[in-house]
C-alpha cells in the first residue's frame, strides 16, 4: 500500500487551454464509465474497499446522522490520506434517505474547459458496482445551457468523481443516480451561469456533493494558516467572502502555496446556490492535512476540509436540559479555576456526554460582577465540540479579554457566568431579516468585524438601528452606518447562567 500512497499524494488541479468538446446529446451507444484510480486511491479489491470504508465511518458513526442535509464539501485524495476526512462528512447521511439523484460536482485536473462537462453516456462503475447516471437530465441539461457540454477526456481520468461514488455505495442503503458534472474553468460569470442552471434541482429530493482539496502544498504550518482562513469564509455561506479569501491567501505569499482549493469552482458554485436558499446553514466538521498522514511529511501537504449544507425543514431549536446547562456552567468555572491555578483543565469522562454537549457549536461566555460585564468572548465556527469550546471561551473571557484585567483569585467567588450557545450564521440581505431580540448580529467589512449577542437589546431596550449602529461603531469599528454596506449574518442564541440556575433551585 505504501508503494502506491505517493501517487495519491499527487492529485492538483491543472487548468489547461480549453479543450474544444461536442456538446452532444447522445448520439451514440452507451458506455461504463471504468475506473480510474482503484487500486491507487483506494483499493480495487471489493471486499479490502469495504472493510476500509466500514472502519474510517465506524470512526465517525458517534457524530449524528443529519436528516436535512443539502450539500456535503469531500476531499477527494487517496484514502489514507483524505479517508478519514470525507468520511467524517459521510457519516452525516441518513443512510436510509432515498435521493432522486446525487449531483457529483468537482474540478478537472487533466484539462481546461470552458464550463463545465457532464457524463452522458452512460453509468459510472466502481469495485462495488455499477452506479446509474441520469442520462436523460444530463442531456437536457446540455442541450438548454451553454455552460455545459460533454467531453469525454474531463472524465475517463478524473478522479475526483470517482473516489466518492464507494462512499456512496457503502453508505446509502437504496439505489441512488447520479448526474457527475466536472468543472473546468474559474471564470466567476461561468460558475453562477451553472448555479443557475442547476438551481432548480437544489432541493429537499437531490443531494449535491463537492469534490474538493484545499491548500497545496505549503509545509503544515502554512497550511493550517490558509485553510482556516477558508474554512471560516465557506463557514460564513457568503460566495463573495469565500473569492476575496481564496485572493488574500494569494497575497500572504505563503511560501509552497499552489492554490488555497483545487475545487474552487465547485466551492464557488454551491455558495451561490446555498446562500440564495433560505434556510441553509453550514457546519464545518473535520480538517486535516497530509502530513497528519503516516504517508505524508510536514513540509509539503494537501489540506483537506468537510463541511456539510443543511436546510432548515423548521425542526426544534438547539435545546439543552437543566443538567446540561448545570455541566456546562461548571466546566467554565472549573476551566477558570484550573487557570488561576496555573494548571490545564480536565473535561472528565467525556465519552459519557450527551450527543448535545459534543455537537459542534459556536458558543460566547460572559462573566458579570456586580451586576457589571466583567468579560465576554466567544466564537462562531468551530470544530470543536460544546464542552470543549465552552472551557475555551471561559478561559479566553477571564484571561484575555483587553477591556477588563485578567480575573484574580480573590474575585472568583464574586463571578457569575453566562453562556450563549449558538445557532449556526444565516446571511442576509436587508436589515428586514432580521429580528431583534430574538437574533444577534454579526457584521464583517473589510478585515473589521464585531457582533452583538440578541439579549443586548432585551437589555438596552435599543431600537433595531440603534442596535446596528452601536454594533458597527463600538463592535465593528466601521462606524455608526458602517453596516450599511457591510455582510450581515444573524444567528440566535441558547441562554443560560449560573444566576438563573441557582434561582430555578
Not at 480510474?36 to 480495487?44: H, I, K, N, R, T
Not at 485553510?227 to 488574500?248: P, V
Amino acid at each position: 500500500m505504501k508503494l502506491s500512497a505517493f501517487t495519491q499524494y499527487l492529485a492538483v488541479i491543472l487548468f489547461v487551454s480549453p479543450v474544444d468538446c461536442q456538446g452532444q446529446t447522445g448520439s451514440h451507444s452507451s458506455s461504463v464509465r471504468r475506473p480510474a484510480v482503484a487500486g491507487s486511491f483506494y483499493p480495487s479489491d471489493p471486499d479490502e474497499l469495504r472493510s476500509q470504508l466500514s472502519n474510517l465511518l465506524k470512526s465517525y458513526s458517534s457524530s449524528g446522522e443529519i436528516k436535512n442535509l443539502a450539500a456535503l464539501i469531500v476531499p477527494h485524495a487517496g484514502y489514507v490520506f483524505s479517508g478519514e476526512v470525507a468520511a467524517s462528512a459521510y457519516a452525516c447521511l441518513d443512510p436510509d434517505k432515498k435521493y432522486d439523484r446525487v449531483f457529483l460536482i468537482g474540478p478537472s485536473h487533466h484539462i481546461g474547459l470552458n464550463g463545465a462537462s457532464i457524463y452522458n453516456k452512460g453509468n459510472y462503475s466502481t469495485p462495488l458496482g455499477v452506479v446509474p447516471v441520469d442520462t436523460a437530465l444530463s442531456i437536457s441539461l446540455i442541450r438548454e445551457h451553454r455552460c455545459f457540454e460533454y467531453c469525454p477526456e474531463a472524465h475517463i481520468k478524473e478522479h475526483c468523481i470517482e473516489v466518492q461514488l464507494p462512499f456512496l455505495q457503502h453508505r446509502l442503503k437504496h439505489e441512488f443516480t447520479i448526474v457527475p458534472i466536472v468543472i473546468g474553468t474559474q471564470s466567476t460569470e461561468t460558475c453562477r451561469e451553472i448555479a443557475e442552471a442547476l438551481k432548480p434541482y437544489f432541493n429537499e429530493s437531490n443531494l449535491f456533493i463537492i469534490s474538493s482539496d484545499f491548500s497545496h502544498y505549503p509545509d503544515y504550518k502554512g497550511a493550517l494558516a490558509a485553510d482556516k482562513a477558508t474554512e471560516e469564509a465557506i463557514g460564513s455561506n457568503s460566495a463573495e467572502r469565500f473569492l476575496k479569501t481564496i485572493r488574500e491567501n494569494e497575497f500572504k505569499k505563503i511560501p509552497g502555496l499552489v492554490t488555497s482549493a483545487c475545487g474552487q469552482s465547485p466551492i464557488l458554485t454551491l455558495l451561490y446556490l446555498s446562500s440564495e436558499t433560505p434556510g441553509v446553514t453550514v457546519r464545518h466538521i473535520k480538517y486535516m492535512n497530509s502530513g497528519d498522514s503516516e504517508y505524508g511529511d510536514k513540509f509539503r501537504v494537501v489540506g483537506y476540509h468537510s463541511f456539510v449544507f443543511i436546510r432548515d425543514t423548521k425542526n426544534k431549536s438547539f435545546s439543552l436540559s437543566d443538567e446540561e446547562k448545570a455541566r456546562l456552567l461548571d466546566l467554565a468555572r472549573d476551566a477558570i479555576k484550573h487557570r488561576l491555578q496555573n494548571k490545564s483543565f480536565e473535561s472528565g469522562d467525556t465519552a459519557a456526554f450527551s450527543k448535545r454537549l459534543q455537537t459542534p457549536l459556536g458558543v460566547f461566555v460572559s462573566l458579570h460582577k456586580n451586576g457589571k460585564l466583567r468579560g465576554c468572548i466567544g466564537q462562531f465556527l468551530t470544530t470543536f465540540p460544546l464542552y470543549e469550546v465552552v472551557q475555551k471561551m471561559a478561559v479566553a473571557a477571564a484571561f484575555q479579554d483587553y477591556r477588563f484585567d485578567p480575573v484574580s483569585r480573590d474575585e472568583m467567588n464574586e463571578i457569575q457566568i453566562e453562556i450563549s450557545v449558538l445557532s449556526p450564521l444565516k446571511r442576509i440581505n436587508s436589515i428586514d431579516e432580521f429580528e431583534l431580540g430574538k437574533q444577534g448580529i454579526y457584521m464583517i467589512k473589510g478585515s473589521r468585524s464585531g457582533t452583538l449577542l440578541p439579549q443586548v437589546a432585551t437589555d438596552t431596550g435599543w431600537s433595531k438601528n440603534e442596535f446596528l449602529g452601536h454594533c458597527a461603531r463600538d463592535k465593528a469599528g466601521i462606524g455608526w452606518d458602517g453596516w450599511k454596506d457591510a455582510e450581515l449574518y444573524t444567528y440566535e442564541a441558547l441562554v443560560f447562567g449560573e444566576k438563573e440556575m441557582q434561582t430555578a433551585e
